[in-house]
Structures are given as structure tokens and as C-alpha cells.
């Protein structure tokens, strides 16, 4: 059984900075690759970023790119999404799951991935 835990959400104001966590329990995290989501009221779940579990390479969606870093680090089971230059349409809840793919300027998730509860992100004035 995997589980995963975020943290490192919360309220901030637009041009802000914020750096999520998402904790993994058991063995399968150092063989996926990683991905982050977010899902705003009313809108479907979208890709934000990933990280490959082979190489540590990194890809993020067109609408973050340039602005949030993904990273991970192995021996704590834990990846980050480091979130700069934040917007109000970034507000959304933030999950990580163990999957990920990319193509075309999307991340997109294959397959029934484990994923965490969520953090919330709020970017408001």
C-alpha cells in the first residue's frame, strides 16, 4: 500500500511564492515517475508537472512553465513543487500522484495511479 501526503499549501498573495510537499510511504516511490495536479472548482484535474524517476528529467505544462519547479529527493521519499510568480488562476487544490507523462506542452497521468488528499492553494489580493 502506497500513501502519499501533501502539505505547504495556503493563502498568498499574487507574485508570491509557495512550495508544496508530497510525502511517500513504501518502496514505489523511487521507481515512478512523479507528477503533480491541480483541479480548480468546476474544472477538470490538469497536469501541472513531472519528474522522471530514472534521471531526475523535468517537465512542466505550458501555463506554469518558467514559474514552478518540480524536484524530488529520493532518500526522504518526498518530491516538491515549487511554486513562483503566482497567479489568482492558480488557485486550485494540488494533488501528487505515481504517474506521469508528457507531451505537447501537457502532463497527463497514465494508468490508476496512487494519489494524496490535496493542498489548497489560494492566490488572492
Known amino acids: 500500500q502506497v500513501q502519499l501526503v501533501e502539505s505547504g499549501g495556503g493563502l498568498v498573495q499574487p507574485g508570491g511564492s509557495l512550495r508544496l510537499s508530497c510525502a511517500a510511504s513504501?518502496?514505489?516511490?523511487?521507481?515512478?515517475?512523479m507528477g503533480w495536479y491541480r483541479q480548480a472548482p468546476g474544472k477538470q484535474r490538469e497536469g501541472v508537472s513531472c519528474?522522471?524517476?530514472?534521471?531526475?528529467?523535468?517537465y512542466h505544462a505550458d501555463s506554469v512553465k518558467g514559474r514552478f519547479t518540480i524536484s524530488r529527493d529520493n532518500a526522504k521519499n518526498t518530491v516538491y513543487l515549487h511554486m513562483n510568480s503566482l497567479k489568482p488562476e492558480d488557485t486550485a487544490t494540488y494533488f501528487c500522484?505515481?504517474?506521469?507523462?508528457?507531451?505537447?506542452?501537457?502532463?497527463?497521468?497514465?494508468?490508476?495511479?496512487?494519489w494524496g488528499q490535496g493542498t489548497q492553494v489560494t492566490v488572492s489580493s
Open positions: 513504501g518502496s514505489i516511490f523511487s521507481i515512478n515517475d
Open positions: 500522484a505515481t504517474s506521469c507523462a508528457h507531451a505537447a506542452g501537457i502532463v497527463y497521468y497514465v494508468g490508476d495511479p496512487y
Open positions: 519528474i522522471d524517476s530514472s534521471d531526475g528529467s523535468t
